[in-house]
């Protein structure tokens, strides 16, 4: 198998692109049957991945002109943009996706409407596939993001492809696909920031707790694939998460303090280390980087996109990141005694290292 290339269910394989802080996950899905196999692409991606798919294709069904189906969950060119490409070296291949989503994505051109099935034009949400007799299910995902998104639910693996929603920023250290409780942070961030209203995402997490049987696995385009208990354990959270236009709308009183304090310590950090203080501010306000929840100018910060309590842990995290092991300990104090100074609450401690005061007793 190619790097890159994980089997996550049966005939189901997940193919993962290379960024270490949001990447795409391109599923494959081989439907055998007697006769014949249907053979799925599920959001293909962009230019990027076409010679991984290339090769995976080949790979797991003799060849990209065996491809039967793509099936598109929303718009967006993360996961369209290859899509020119792609019906251009898979003759055979349909393009599976809402109304909604065909009437963006056949822009690009190139793309004969003959290629495309509407969802909405099915007679039921469930579809037997004829030639292999396996059913699937379409799971409306209605303005998460996108009015018209769409969810792929597959009965037989209980796998349910969920394209953004329950997606992350990745912040789960390590190899592998699968999600643990440190994958929550990059999910909650990527909710918050891209989900247009708490109640979108209530709805959809209602719908998905519909179906029959319950989805073992939700393999969503971004971030980790989530299996066993976490998975109602996340959709519980985020059914209580509040996001997008609701979020700016809360009125969080100590917003405008939070952004005193951080810029306060910025400043401060210049005069201790001028090194980290530039590291930590390119971090934050890489331009184009939406993982980001800060909005810089020059070196302040004039806005965040999360709740207080979440900005501040995620700075917390950087200058762990970032800080040289000698002074860590001393940045933080730094930063939390600029918290302290505004009083904006928070939860952090030092950890004193076992070395210092082993050293105490020589
Ligand atoms: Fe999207
Ligand atoms: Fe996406």
Redesign the pocket.
């Given at each position: 198998m190619i790097k890159n290339l994980f089997k996550i269910g049966k005939d189901f394989f997940l193919l993962k692109s290379e960024e270490s802080d949001f990447h795409?996950n391109i599923y494959f899905r081989v439907f055998r049957g007697e006769k014949r196999n249907v053979n799925m692409i599920m959001?293909p991606g962009t230019k990027q991945d076409l010679n991984n798919i290339i090769t995976v294709s080949k790979e797991l069904f003799g060849g990209i002109n065996n491809l039967d189906l793509i099936f598109l969950?929303?718009q967006?060119p993360?996961?369209t943009s290859i899509l020119p490409s792609i019906v251009a070296i898979a003759p055979k291949a349909k393009v599976i996706a809402s109304i909604d989503t065909w009437r963006l994505v056949k822009m690009y051109g190139d793309i004969s409407e003959k290629r495309f099935v509407a969802i909405e034009n099915f007679k039921s949400d469930v579809l037997t596939i004829k030639a292999t007799g396996h059913r699937v299910r379409f799971v409306s995902a209605m303005y998460c993001h996108f009015r018209g998104a769409m969810m792929l639910y597959d009965y037989e693996n209980r796998i349910l492809f969920s394209?953004?929603f329950l997606?992350g920023v990745d912040t789960r250290k390590g190899e592998g696909v699968f999600a643990d409780e440190s994958s929550w942070d990059g999910i909650k961030i990527f909710h918050e920031i891209y989900m247009p209203i708490s109640g979108a995402v209530k709805e959809t997490i209602d719908r998905i707790s519909t179906l029959n049987p319950f989805p073992e696995i939700i393999a969503p385009?971004?971030g980790d694939v989530i299996k066993g208990d976490l998975v109602v354990e996340f959709m519980s959270r985020l059914y209580d998460l509040t996001v997008g236009y609701d979020l700016i709308k809360k009125v969080e009183p100590e917003k405008e303090l939070t952004i005193v304090a951080i810029n306060d310590f910025l400043e401060q950090l210049k005069g201790v280390s001028p090194q980290l203080g530039r590291e930590l501010i390119d971090s934050i306000s890489s331009a184009g980087n939406f993982t980001s929840p800060f909005v810089t100018k020059g070196d302040a910060i004039t806005d965040f996109k999360l709740p207080s309590s979440d900005a501040i842990k995620v700075l917390w995290d950087k200058i762990e990141l970032l800080a040289p092991p000698d002074k860590e300990n001393e940045i933080k104090t730094l930063f939390i005694a600029s918290l302290e100074q505004y009083n904006v609450p928070h939860k952090f401690k030092i950890e004193e290292k076992i070395e210092e005061i082993e050293d105490l007793f020589d």
């Open positions: 795409r959001d969950s929303h967006d993360d996961l394209g953004d997606g385009q971004h």
